[in-house]
C-alpha cells in the first residue's frame, strides 16, 4: 500500500450532521449501486459467481454495468499489473461522481501472492479504495458483506460534497 | 468515515485514436479494449474494419503478466504449487497436477494408488467445471442468458464438492508432489454420486435449450473455421484440435494417472467450425461423469498410502512427523530449504480441459528450478485469432473468443 | 560492510550448500535403445551435423548448431512427421558461457513421440524465425524477445508481447531482480502521474512481512478501528456489523437471532 502524504481528515474534526435530504439521497444511492465489471484474474469468478443464482447480486440493487460512465461502483476484481495500470485510471477518471471503488482480494489490496516485477502492490497507489476485501479468491458471500459495509459507510456520509469540475487531465 | 479523496492531476490525456474514420482505404481501427465484457479477461484487440467486416486483427496481450515464470526460479518446488493454481483459475486442480507430474517425473517417483484415484477424481471434476463455465460464459457472449445462470447453478454443486474436499471454492492447490494431502471426508463420495447422477440430464436440458435453437447455430456455424492444417501449424490442442478431426487426446496416447484403466471415448468431430467445438464439449461432460462413476468403487479397495515414500524428495505422512525424530528434522530441512532433483530436464504434458498443458522444468540440482517454461493452451489459441478472424463479422468476434475457450492466467502466466 | 551481492546471477539462491555433495543426473540413456528415434537420428545424421544426442526421461534430445535450426525443422516436418512445435524458449546462461540455449519441443501424433531440439547462440548473435514453417512460432518467438532479449532474424512483428512497449530490460535474464529494476518499479507512477509523484505515493512495500500495530494508515483492529492516522485505541466500535441498529427504511431488517443454519442443501 502506498504512503501518502495527503490529509485523510477532511472534515476537520467537526462531525457530520445529515439532514433528511441527505438520508434520503444517500439510501437511494447506497441501495442501488450499479456496479462496473472490473474482473481482471481469478476473482473476477467469485465476483460472476455472486451475481450468479445461488448468491445473488440482484437483491442489494446491484447490476452490473459494462460502461464506466453508467456505473458508480467499481470491483477491482484480480491482479492489476503495470501494463493495465494506466487503463484503471483511465476508467476510473470517467466514472461520473459519485463513485466508490471495492479492491478485492489480494492482489488489489496489495500485490497479493505477486510480489514481482510487472505487479502493482496494490492498486491504491493509482485510484482511491474505500474498502478493502482480503481473500484470495474471497468467497462471494465476502464480497455481498463488503457491498453491505460500502452501503452503511454510503448511508452515513453527507450527499452535496465539495465537488470539483471533473476534468479528465 | 470520510472517503479519502486524491485529486492528483494525472498526465493521461484522452486520447481519440482508438477511433479513426476516413483512413486512406476506408478502413476503421476499432480497440476491443482490455476491460470489456465479453473479453473473458483482458484481451485487447486492435480490428481494422472494412463496413462491418473485419480485415485485420491484432491480439494484445500481456495485462495479466504476473511473472510466474521469474517466480518460479526463485521458490522452491513445494512453494510454487499454490502459483500454479491462478494460471487456469477456472480449473485450478489440472495445473496443480500437470506441475505435480512434471516434478514427479523428474525425480522417478509414482504416486500410491488411492492418491491416483483421488488426483483422477478431481481432474475429472476440474473438467466439469472447465466446460460448465465455458458454456455459461459462451452463452451469455452469443445472448443466451439464462443458460449462464443455469450453468453457474452446477458449478456450485461440484464446487461444493471441491470445498468439502480441500476447503478451496476457487484456488484449490489440493494434489501435492508425490500424492494427495488429505484423504476423502466421509459422505464425499455420496455427495459425487447424487450429483453425476443429476448432471447429464441437465446437460440434456441445455443441449434441448441449444442444439437446435435457430439462432444458436446460425451464430455458430461455418464461424471460427480451424482446418486441420491450420490447427497443427498454430498449436492448437484440446478440443479445437479434435474439433478440427484430428483426434489427439492426451489421456489416450500418451495415458497417465488411471487414464490407461479406465474405459472412456474421446469425441471428435470433422466440421471445424465453433458448432462443432460446442457438440464436443457437451460429449466430454458426459465422458467425465462416465469416468466418475467407474472410479468410485475403485476407491472403496485401495489401500489408504497418500503420499509416495520417498524420503529425499517429500516429506512423511503426519502421524510419522509428529511422533518420530527424523521425520520431523527431514520435514522441516525439506520445507526451509527445499528438496534437491536430480540435474537434467523434463516436460510433461496432460490434457487440460483447455487442451495441453506442459510444464519443462530444467533443473540444476538447486532446490529452486533453473528455468521452468509454462506451456499455456490458451496462448496459442489467441495467436490463432489474428488469423482466424479475418473475414469475419464484428459480431463473430465474440462468438470466437467464447469459443475457443481462452483464460488469462495462462495466457500471460 | 555490506553482504557481496553476486551480479551474475540475482534470483534467491539456497543459503546453505553442502561442500561435498555431489547432484545426481538424470539418466541419459543412448538412442539406439529405441527403434523410432534411432531412425530419426539415423536420418537428421545424415544431412545435419547433430552435435549430442540422447534420451532422457522417454523423450529424445538433439544438439544442433544454431544456424541449422530452419533446415532441421523443416526436415522434421517433412520427412518425419513431427507435425506439432509444443513449445519453444530460451535458457539464460549468459553467466556460465555468455550464451542463450534454444530449445524446440516437438511432438509427433503419428509416431506418439517427443522430441527436443536444442542450440547455442551467443548474446548478441540472432536466430532465424521458424514462422514460416510453424506458425505456432510467432508469439513463441516474440516472447522469447521480450522475456530474454534473444533477436529473432524475419519475424513479421517481432515486438513485445507480454511486458508494455516501452519497458526497459529483459525480464526473465538472471540478472533482472524478482521485484524489478528501478524503472520497473516506478513504471505506473511515472507514466500515470508524473515523475514528481514518486515521494508522494512513496515506494512500493515489497517486504510482505511488514506488521506494525502502531501504524493505523495500513493496518486496523477488528472491532476497535480509528480513523486514518489516529492513535489506536481500545474502545469498540460497530463498523463491522451488517446493518444499522434499527435497520434501514423499506431493506429487509437482519435479524441475528432468527438466522438458521440448512442441514440439507436445498
Known amino acids: 500500500m502506498a504512503q501518502h502524504q495527503v490529509r485523510y481528515l477532511q472534515e476537520s474534526g467537526l462531525p457530520v450532521v445529515l439532514t433528511t435530504a441527505d438520508k434520503i439521497l444517500q439510501w437511494g444511492r447506497s441501495n442501488s449501486l450499479w456496479a462496473l465489471t472490473y474482473g481482471l484474474a ?21 447490476i452490473f454495468r459494462a460502461s464506466p460512465r453508467q456505473a458508480d461502483l467499481m ?20 466514472m461520473t461522481e459519485p463513485k466508490w471503488v471495492i479492491s478485492m482480494g489480494s492482489c488489489a489490496n496489495t500485490g497479493g501472492m505477486f510480489n514481482t516485477y510487472a505487479t502493482v502492490q496494490g492498486v491504491d497507489r493509482i ?43 | 468515515m470520510e472517503t479519502p479523496r486524491r485529486e492528483y492531476p494525472n498526465r493521461l490525456q484522452p486520447f481519440f485514436e482508438n477511433l479513426v474514420f476516413e483512413r486512406d482505404d476506408n478502413t ?4 476491443f479494449g482490455p476491460q470489456h465484457p465479453s473479453a473473458h479477461g483482458q484481451l485487447r484487440l486492435i480490428l481494422e474494419l472494412q463496413g462491418e467486416q473485419i480485415v485485420k486483427a491484432v491480439p494484445d496481450i500481456g495485462y495479466l503478466h504476473r511473472g510466474m515464470e521469474k517466480m518460479a526460479e526463485n521458490m522452491i518446488y513445494n512453494e510454487f504449487l499454490p502459483t500454479t493454481d491462478r494460471m487456469d483459475y477456472i480449473a485450478a486442480a489440472s495445473n496443480n497436477y500437470g506441475f505435480a507430474l512434471a516434478v514427479e517425473k523428474l525425480l522417478d517417483i509414482e504416486a500410491p494408488r488411492r492418491a491416483q484415484i483421488i488426483r483422477t477424481m478431481l481432474l475429472e471434476i476440474n473438467r466439469i467445471i472447465s466446460h460448465l463455465f465455458w458454456l455459461a460464459t459462451h452463452a451469455l457472449d452469443v445472448g443466451a442468458m439464462s443458460v449462464f445462470l443455469f450453468c453457474f447453478r452446477e458449478r456450485e454443486f461440484a464446487m461444493d464438492l471441491m470445498e468439502d474436499y480441500c476447503g478451496a471454492r476457487l484456488t484449490h492447490s489440493a494434489v501435492r508432489i508425490g500424492g494427495v494431502p488429505l484423504d476423502l471426508p466421509e459422505g464425499w463420495l455420496e455427495s459425487l454420486a447424487t450429483f453425476i447422477n443429476k448432471l447429464p440430464k441437465d446437460i440434456e436440458d441445455y443441449e434441448g435449450l441449444l442444439d437446435e435453437n435457430r439462432i444458436w447455430k446460425m451464430r455458430l456455424e461455418d464461424v471460427g473455421v480451424i482446418s486441420p492444417e491450420e490447427a497443427q501449424s498454430w498449436g492448437c490442442s484440446g478440443p479445437t484440435l479434435r474439433g478440427s478431426g484430428i483426434p489427439w487426446d492426451i489421456r489416450k496416447e500418451e495415458p497417465y494417472e488411471l487414464y490407461d484403466e479406465l474405459d472412456f471415448d474421446v469425441p471428435v468431430t470433422d466440421t471445424c467450425d465453433s458448432y462443432g467445438r460446442y457438440k464436443l464439449y457437451m460429449q466430454e461432460m458426459r465422458e467425465s461423469v462416465k469416468i466418475l462413476k467407474q472410479l468410485i468403487p475403485m476407491y472403496k479397495e485401495s489401500d489408504p498410502q497418500l503420499m509416495a515414500h520417498a524420503p529425499q524428495y517429500i516429506s512423511a505422512p503426519k502421524e510419522d512427523i509428529m511422533t518420530q525424530n527424523y521425520s520431523l528434522m527431514q520435514h522441516f530441512v525439506l520445507v526451509t530449504q527445499g528438496m534437491r532433483p536430480p540435474v537434467g530436464e523434463v516436460y510433461v504434458a496432460t490434457e487440460s480441459p483447455k487442451g495441453e498443458l506442459g510444464f519443462y522444468i530444467n533443473s540444476q540440482g538447486d532446490p529452486y528450478p533453473y528455468r521452468l517454461k509454462l506451456r499455456a493452451p490458451s496462448f496459442w489459441h489467441t495467436s490463432i485469432l489474428q488469423k482466424l478472424l479475418v473475414g469475419h463479422y464484428i459480431a463473430d468476434v465474440v462468438t470466437i473468443i467464447g469459443n475457443l475457450n481462452i483464460v488469462f492466467g495462462e495466457i500471460d502466466r | 560492510m555490506r553482504r557481496y551481492q553476486e551480479k551474475d546471477n540475482v534470483q534467491n539462491r539456497a543459503y546453505y ?25 539415423e536420418s537428421l545424421k545424415s544431412k545435419f551435423e547433430i552435435k549430442e544426442a540422447y534420451i532422457q526421461r522417454g523423450q529424445m534430445v538433439v544438439y544442433i548448431d544454431a544456424r541449422d535450426n530452419k533446415a532441421v525443422l523443416t526436415h522434421l516436418r517433412d520427412k518425419l512427421s513431427y507435425n506439432f512445435l509444443s513449445e519453444m524458449s530460451a535458457i539464460d546462461w549468459l553467466a556460465k558461457s555468455n550464451e542463450f540455449e534454444i530449445f524446440y519441443q ?33 508469439w513463441a518467438e516474440r516472447e522469447m524477445y521480450d522475456m530474454m532479449g534473444v533477436k529473432v532474424n524475419n519475424h513479421p512483428y517481432l515486438k513485445r508481447i507480454l511486458m508494455p512497449d516501452d519497458w526497459q530490460g529483459h525480464p526473465l535474464r538472471k540478472t533482472y531482480p524478482l521485484h524489478g529494476d528501478e524503472a520497473a518499479q516506478w513504471y505506473e507512477v ?30 486496523a483492529r477488528i472491532k476497535h478501528e480509528v480513523k486514518f492516522g489516529e492513535k489506536p485505541s481500545k474502545e469498540p466500535t460497530d463498523l463491522m456489523d451488517y446493518q444499522e441498529e434499527g435497520g434501514v427504511f423499506l431493506i429487509k431488517k437482519l435479524k441475528k437471532d432468527e438466522s438458521i443454519t440448512l442441514k440439507e442443501r436445498r
Open chain 3, 190 to 219: 511515472d507514466k500515470i502521474f508524473g515523475k514528481d509523484y514518486r515521494e508522494i505515493i512513496g515506494p512500493e512495500n515489497r517486504d510482505a512481512a511488514y506488521v506494525n500495530e502502531r501504524d493505523t494508515k495500513h493496518f
Open chain 1, 75 to 94: 470491483i477491482v476484481a484480480g491482479t492489476l499489473t503495470k501494463k493495465h495500470a494506466e487503463f484503471i485510471r483511465r476508467l476510473y477518471d470517467q
Open chain 3, 106 to 138: 516437438m511432438l509427433s501424433t503419428s509416431k506418439r513421440k517427443r522430441l527436443r531440439v536444442k542450440c547455442f547462440i551467443k548474446e548478441n548473435e540472432a536466430i532465424e524465425s521458424v514462422e514460416d514453417i510453424y506458425k505456432s512460432a510467432n
Open chain 1, 42 to 62: 481469478c476473482c473476477a469468478i467469485e465476483m460472476m459467481a455472486s451475481g450468479a443464482s445461488r448468491y445473488d447480486f440482484d437483491r442489494f440493487g446491484t
Open chain 2, 28 to 31: 476503421m481501427v476499432i480497440n
Open chain 1, 127 to 169: 485510484i482511491p479504495v474505500d474498502i478493502y476485501l482480503p481473500g484470495c479468491a474471497p468467497r462471494p458471500e465476502t464480497l455481498q458483506y463488503a457491498v453491505m459495509m460500502l452501503q452503511k459507510q454510503i448511508r452515513r456520509e453527507s450527499a452535496f460534497q465539495k465537488l470539483k469540475p471533473k476534468r479528465l487531465v
Open chain 3, 17 to 41: 550448500n553442502d561442500r561435498f555433495w555431489v547432484a545426481p543426473q538424470i539418466p541419459k540413456e543412448s538412442v539406439e535403445d529405441d527403434k523410432v528415434f534411432s531412425e530419426d537420428l
